[in-house]
């Protein structure tokens, strides 16, 4: 559905459960190194549990790469956005751009790319939330907007027994 990129990611247990929502929601994962682990990494593997199989993960050595093989629309989520991430309109096969835990995207990035960066709002003496936080929010705005498309929609809760 969508292709989620991190940017030199530090943390494996962010970048394990960010794994996880694209298993569960059908996104590509991208990495663009450095990374700050390997993808051996036994954390990385725990966070995304048994979900690894059902996604789609690739390194990338640099953004180059990931311009060159992913066409736009673009999307740049940092702190430092005027638009609110619920105002953009995410059309299926978007690329939602994540920067490092400890410094987000880098700014050169950011201004070359100003009319496609986006925020996701919180109050403001805050820094920011954990990434994988913020990339569930931006993937599941994404999805909403595209009404869960290929998502199973509704559960099937059973009765139960103190019901009846």
Not at 154 to 162: A, F, K, V, Y
Request: proline share 5%; with cysteine; glycine share 8%.
């Amino acid at each position: 559905m969508f292709h989620v990129v991190l940017v030199e990611p530090e943390i494996p247990q962010n970048t394990g459960n960010i794994a996880r929502t694209c298993a569960a929601t059908g996104c590509s994962l991208h990495l663009v190194k450095p990374l700050g682990f390997e993808v051996t990494d036994k954390f990385l593997k725990r966070a995304g549990l048994d979900y690894w199989q059902y996604v789609d993960v690739q390194v990338h050595e640099d953004l180059s790469e990931v311009f060159a093989l992913l066409p736009p629309p673009y999307f740049f989520f940092t702190t430092k956005a005027k638009t609110c991430y619920a105002d953009a309109v995410y059309p299926k096969g978007s690329v939602l751009f994540f920067g490092k835990e400890t410094a987000g995207l880098d700014e050169e990035l950011l201004v070359a790319h100003g009319r496609e960066c986006v925020r996701i709002p919180m109050c403001g003496e805050r820094r920011s939330l954990n990434l994988s936080n913020c990339v569930a929010v931006a993937v599941y705005e994404g999805l909403r907007q595209n009404r869960f498309e290929g998502l199973q929609a509704e559960g099937d809760l059973h009765r139960l027994s103190w019901e009846s």
